[in-house]
């Protein structure tokens, strides 16, 4: 097992390694690359990457720019999960052969796939559920930013109910998104994987301590990161922790993590809870719901979430 | 370290058999894979060999095609050997990562065992997979028995790796009627036939961590045609001589001597067949007969079908009155994709010879001798007019009224 990085403060973490360059497309304020930067700063490990098309993928790898100090490799939408585990199959037999590069001696590398939530509550689905039904060693990260943000905002299975979006739009007669947000940490705890994780990366101590967690954790794992967007949550590129803090202390995105598919434990418990109409209210994608016609949603909203958070603690307190 | 096997010197293996034991000699290090009929067996084989010790690589058996090629995309990107086996619908499901293989550069194998595309859902052998692939940057080879199965996997590894190609290969067969009729076929002993192929030369590696690379970048208009240029300018510039190079040395190993377009009584030939796979074989025994009767008939056929050897078919084809060219696959709305090749090869050479189409075989469909006799003699009237005695399309061995085209 490789030495697990010690990190003191925000600014020597934020700081303490250049695999993610800055230069990148990403919109300014945009949380994938906040995400990005936690994830690959936790660890001193190699790390093989793949990230799916969306975003990150095509902000990231435009010819002849790079913005990925590892090795990294994009296929398609559906896919970077697969990709990712057949590199992991590569390097488990190339070791049995005794036949890897010299470069990996005496190191271990580690093998993460990027998706957007498109890619992983709805496309790469299928993809994602074979590689942790096969148990591949690999870390899978979700930026869930409840929309197909490249594509231009449309809805996707992790949408909220009342969101409105380029597909699901709000309007004289709609409150724009019907469904509800898909339990995706649920489903890929019952696929009995050995860590599954919700993280937000304003809550960074958090984070780090669940990604190296995932890391020393052998078998699939998968971390479901909250992304705020500016572009189409709607809010001033500088607000983006501002709107996380709002997301994670209204416990519209609880954190916790679940061992083995069973052993659930929250991991954040804010001490002054913020209600969910104040999360919604700082959104333009929520702006209607403010509307006198729509407004009862918001009360739905904030029974949706206490019942949740009620759930999860009953889990957390059971243990099952 | 993974035990050999004994083999003879002659083997009863059919086409699926044969496929395996190539993709078991060459020790692949990743096989991700999932069943369909007619290939099943090449994985179940591998499975098996697996089990018992003869390979010691990783085979991952995912939930479909998509996800197979996907496997294999990100094995072969992190460094070594990779290789699956697909036919039909699972052929169509990977098409998308097939162009994503290719435009990587990364050198799989795969083999294809074809069939027919639904609807209607057939299990059988026609063309329609092979086709289906032909734009999508792989080099597919085709093989018209076991023996050539075996053959032609091994060598589409030593093709494919090759540091100035890194392409991937499909390695092509008859659904059923090659992949599942057993036949004699020679091996190369596994010592002989791992030295043939050769260590997989890694190149670009993701495992190789002191030189990070990037796969799957973006481009818009300023790179990708680039790109897509480079890449089709090596395929249709490096493959042919390297394709050779393979072909000269597999036969000094083995005596079997393989060409990029196969010629079968050609010299003289007044008429001929231009097909594909199993079908050769029935064209060239008929065209022998015929001989007798005083029709001088031989048969072409490109064992490289991607990239079109657009050269060596004009030279087989080089004096010939008058061509048919079969194509096992729907043309779904023009002229067969074999017509259209040869016709456009053919339209640059001097001597212009009457071509026509003919599609058979479509689904598992029977082709007969018959069905090659009437095509020869309908190809010396042909040859005699100097132009078409009978529509340009045609379908043979179609029940119902009689379908033809133009
Ligand atoms: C097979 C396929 N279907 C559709 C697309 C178009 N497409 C590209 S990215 C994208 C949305 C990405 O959304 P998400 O995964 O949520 O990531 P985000 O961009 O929001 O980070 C879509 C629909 C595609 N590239 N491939
Ligand atoms: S659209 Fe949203 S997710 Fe995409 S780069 Fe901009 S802020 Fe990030």
Redesign the interface.
């Given at each position: 097992m490789s030495e697990i990085k010690k990190i003191k403060n925000l600014k020597e973490f934020s700081t303490s390694a250049d695999r993610f360059e800055g230069a990148n497309l990403l919109c300014p304020g945009c949380a994938h690359s906040i995400i990005v930067r936690e994830v690959l700063n936790a660890t001193h490990d190699?790390l093989?990457l793949?990230a799916s098309t969306g975003c990150l993928?095509?902000c990231t790898?435009?010819?002849?720019y790079?913005s990925?100090?590892?090795?990294?490799?994009?296929?398609?939408f559906?896919?970077g999960s697969?990709?990712?585990?057949?590199?992991e199959?590569?390097?488990?037999?190339?070791k049995?052969?005794g036949?890897?590069?010299?470069?990996?001696e005496g190191?271990t590398?580690k093998f993460v796939a990027f998706g957007g939530d498109g890619a992983t509550y709805d496309i790469g689905f299928?993809?994602i559920?074979?590689c942790f039904?096969?148990g591949h060693d690999m870390m899978y990260v979700c930026l869930d930013n409840e929309v197909y943000a490249n594509t231009g905002g449309q809805r996707s299975s992790s949408t909220p109910i009342g969101a409105s979006t380029t597909t699901a739009p709000a309007g004289r007669v709609s409150y724009g998104e019907k469904m509800m947000k898909k339990d995706i940490v649920g489903i890929m705890a019952a696929h009995g994987a050995p860590y599954v994780a919700q993280v937000a990366p304003n809550k960074w101590k958090d984070m780090v301590k669940k990604i190296q967690k995932g890391f020393e954790t052998e078998g699939p794992v998968f971390i479901n990161a909250m992304s705020a967007c500016t572009t189409e949550w709607k809010f001033a590129p500088d607000d983006t922790i501002a709107i996380s803090d709002l997301a994670t202390d209204s416990l519209v995105f609880p954190l916790y993590e679940i061992e083995n598919g069973t052993k659930l434990r929250i991991t954040y418990r804010p001490k002054n809870k913020v209600p969910v109409r104040d999360y919604l209210g700082a959104q333009g994608r929520f702006k209607h719901l403010f509307k006198p016609q729509y407004e009862y949603l918001i009360d739905e909203w904030q029974k949706m979430v206490d019942e949740r958070w009620e759930y999860l603690q009953r889990r957390e307190e059971a243990s099952v | 370290m993974a035990e050999k096997m004994e083999l003879n010197e002659v083997e009863v293996w059919d086409g699926n058999m044969a496929a395996s034991q190539a993709l078991r000699q060459a020790q692949i290090d990743v096989v991700a894979a999932y069943p369909i009929t007619p290939s099943t067996p090449v994985v179940q084989n591998y499975g098996s060999f697996l089990a018992n010790g003869y390979v010691d690589g990783e085979f991952v058996m995912v939930e479909s095609e998509h996800a197979a090629m996907s496997g294999c995309v990100g094995a072969a990107a992190a460094g070594g050997r990779v290789a699956t086996a697909t036919s039909s619908q699972g052929f169509a499901l990977m098409v998308e990562v097939l162009y994503q293989a290719s435009g990587m550069r990364l050198p799989i194998v795969l083999v294809v065992v074809n069939r027919a595309l639904a609807a209607p859902l057939n299990v059988n052998g026609d063309h329609s997979d092979m086709y289906l692939g032909r734009d999508s940057g792989w080099i597919q080879l085709d093989a018209y028995n076991a023996q050539e199965a075996y053959d032609l996997t091994l060598m589409a590894f030593r093709i494919g790796e090759d540091v100035d190609i890194r392409l991937p290969v499909m390695v092509h067969q008859d659904g059923f009627i090659t992949s599942h009729t057993a036949e004699n076929v020679r091996p190369l002993s596994d010592d002989e036939a791992y030295a043939f192929i050769g260590e997989y030369p890694m190149v670009n590696a993701m495992l190789d961590l002191a030189k990070p690379v990037t796969y799957g970048v973006q481009t818009e208009e300023d790179w990708h045609f680039e790109h897509k240029a480079r890449q089709h300018h090596d395929l249709m510039t490096k493959v042919f001589g390297k394709v050779e190079e393979v072909f000269d040395a597999f036969e000094k190993k083995t005596g079997r001597k393989y060409n990029i377009v196969e010629e079968y009584f050609m010299d003289d030939a007044d008429v001929a067949i231009v097909a594909l796979g199993t079908t050769v074989d029935t064209a060239a025994y008929v065209a022998e007969k015929l001989r007798k009767e005083g029709i001088k008939a031989g048969v072409v056929s490109p064992r490289l079908i991607r990239p079109w050897p657009h050269a060596q078919m004009m030279e087989a084809l080089k004096g010939v009155k008058a061509v048919a060219c079969l194509d096992r696959s729907s043309p779904n709305g023009a002229m067969g994709m074999l017509y259209n090749e040869v016709a456009a090869t053919m339209y640059q050479s001097d001597s212009k010879p009457v071509i026509t189409n003919y599609v058979y075989g479509l689904g598992g469909r029977d082709f007969t001798v018959e069905h090659a006799e009437n095509i020869y003699k309908e190809l010396a009237a042909n040859a005699e007019a100097g132009k078409p005695t009978t529509p340009l399309q045609q379908f043979i061995g179609l029940r119902g009224p009689k379908l033809s085209f133009y």
């Open positions: 190699p093989i793949a993928e095509v790898a435009v010819y002849p790079t990925w100090d590892n090795s990294w490799i994009h296929i398609g559906e896919n697969t990709a990712i585990a057949g590199a199959a590569m390097y488990k037999a190339r049995r052969k036949k890897l590069p010299k470069s990996c190191k590398p299928q993809w559920s074979g039904e096969r | -």
